[in-house]
């Protein structure tokens, strides 16, 4: 399974972080947001990764110049003023005509995504969306 990592915003709602590193590489207890992120995926046996490069790009693709684990990760470069499904479309030919896993480099939750995977399958449909209402 592929998983899709949006990580090529400005994150213009943080400014005060993101003048000198993308929004997806902020520290939390000293590692970036995006390693928690995928972390969560590769819990679920999800290693297979493509990161969708934009704004800073070059700062998560030092982070990422080493191995982590045994994940595959891929670093798109998809343009630096390219919106969200632009940066999807740019992965096409990564992605092929599979299932796949989506998120935004921000986008950290608790979901079970196995569950999810199989609630997808069951319904049949060609896209499965999950939100979260903030308290």
Known sequence: MKVILLAGGFGTRMSEYTK????PMININGR?????????????????FYIA?????????????????????????TGQNTMTGGRLKRLKKHIGKETFMMTYGDGFSDINLKKLLEFHKKNKKLVTLTAVRPP
């Open 20 to 23: 000198t590193i993308p929004k």
């Open 53 to 77: 490069l934009g704004y800073r790009g070059e700062i998560i693709k030092k982070f990422f110049n080493k191995k982590f684990f045994d994940w595959n990760i891929n670093l798109i470069e």
């Open 32 to 48: 970036p947001l995006l390693l928690y992120i995928m972390k969560h995926y590769a819990k679920y046996g999800y290693k297979d």
